[in-house]
């Protein structure tokens, strides 16, 4: 009997205990610990600009952004020496805009 009574003494201990220490324990990792990208940027347009579907000239025209507009850059493609295409996504509030709205796209540098 009190071989039992300890045993469980021992496992309801390690329960209670062992999983503060768990990812989803409740211990917060400190943000440095964290691998946010360090290259991400943000470009706020000073020209009317045109958003493409594909990185090139002749792509179909999505929209037509304008002064002032704040875009994130996804990635770069680079065609050739003169010619630089940015993807970017549109600053948008996921909760009130329309979910059919188009948010992403290519611009030329």
């Given at each position: 009997?009190?071989n039992?009574?300890?045993?469980n003494?021992?496992?309801?201990t390690f329960?209670l205990?062992?999983p503060?220490?768990?990812p989803?324990?409740?211990?917060?990792?400190?943000?440095?610990q964290?691998n946010?990208?360090?290259?991400t940027?943000?470009?706020?347009?000073?020209?009317?600009?045109?958003?493409?579907?594909?990185p090139?000239?002749?792509?179909k025209?999505?929209l037509?952004?304008?002064?002032?507009?704040?875009?994130?850059?996804?990635?770069n493609w680079k065609?050739?020496?003169?010619?630089?295409?940015v993807?970017?996504?549109?600053?948008s509030?996921?909760?009130?805009?329309?979910?059919?709205?188009i948010k992403?796209?290519?611009?030329?540098?």
């Amino acid at each position: 009997m009190i071989n039992n009574l300890l045993k469980n003494f021992c496992l309801i201990t390690f329960a209670l205990i062992a999983p503060i220490t768990l990812p989803a324990g409740g211990i917060q990792k400190s943000l440095n610990q964290n691998n946010f990208p360090l290259n991400t940027k943000e470009i706020i347009l000073s020209s009317n600009i045109s958003l493409y579907s594909f990185p090139e000239i002749y792509a179909k025209e999505l929209l037509v952004l304008d002064v002032g507009t704040t875009l994130s850059v996804l990635r770069n493609w680079k065609v050739s020496e003169n010619e630089i295409w940015v993807r970017v996504e549109l600053a948008s509030n996921k909760l009130l805009d329309d979910p059919n709205k188009i948010k992403k796209g290519w611009i030329k540098m």
